[in-house]
């Protein structure tokens, strides 16, 4: 079936630092991904998403590419704040088995330092 | 803007006990999605409806039971609670008009002690 292998953290950073969190997907047909953010004690929050090759999610200063030909998603930004602060869930999504329901990674714990 | 409601936030069960989640999907949309989070874990699927109708089953017990009523809102009844159950339950809805966006609610903390 369709899986996520997400870097797994936890990843620490200064303020300002140059963020990479890395994604690949497996999956049969064409899915769409995204990334979403879970900050502490709070639900799940789309911060992107791209839904075909070569397409350029961006949002709040990140970015994603969605490269077909390296089965890759990864997740950037120039420079984080300590406000980055969270999970961040990559997933996919495709019609499979009657829906569009999403398959995820397993997380990666960002932390930025002052 | 409207957003998907959950009820309750939070709740606190004995094993053996049954329980019930609800959730309230944004207006006009027809879909809905059920996941699991453990702790530390990622969020797993469980089960979806459209138009109120099953439309996938993923990791679901066979304890755990749902549907979608006529105005779209969705229950999850657990019953036989066991301390696995634990989790973080997420809803999340989707409109058949915006292709593969789900929206989701804010979460139901299920203790089972």
């Known amino acids: 079936g369709d899986s996520v292998t997400q870097m797994e953290g936890p990843v620490t950073l200064s303020e300002e630092a140059f963020l990479t969190i890395n994604c690949t997907y497996t999956?049969?047909?064409?899915?769409?991904l995204f990334w979403y953010v879970q900050y502490p004690g709070e639900g799940l929050q789309l911060l992107l998403k791209a839904t075909k090759a070569d397409d350029k999610g961006s949002n709040k200063g990140f970015e994603a590419t969605y490269r077909k030909e390296t089965t890759s998603f990864h997740l950037e930004k120039g420079s984080v704040q300590v406000s980055d602060s969270a999970v961040y869930f990559c997933a996919l999504s495709g019609y499979q088995g009657g829906s569009e329901k999403l398959v995820f990674g397993k997380g990666t714990k960002l932390t930025v330092n002052p | 803007a409207a957003g998907v409601i959950q009820s309750p936030r939070h709740l606190i069960k004995e094993k053996r006990e049954t329980a019930t989640l609800k959730c309230y999907p944004i207006?006009?949309?027809?879909?809905v999605y059920w996941y699991q989070q453990g702790p530390g874990q990622d969020p797993q699927f469980l089960i979806s409806f459209y138009e109120k109708m099953q439309s996938d089953k993923g990791s679901i017990p066979d304890r755990f039971s749902a549907q979608q009523f006529s105005d779209y809102h969705s229950e999850l009844n657990m019953s036989s609670l066991e301390l696995g159950d634990s989790a973080l339950y997420f809803c999340?809805?989707?409109?058949?008009?915006?292709?593969?966006?789900?929206?989701f609610g804010p979460g139901t903390r299920l203790t089972v002690l």
């Open positions: 207006p006009r949309h027809d879909t």
């Open positions: 999956a049969t047909g064409y899915p769409s």
């Open positions: 999340a809805t989707q409109s058949t008009g915006e292709y593969n966006e789900q929206f």
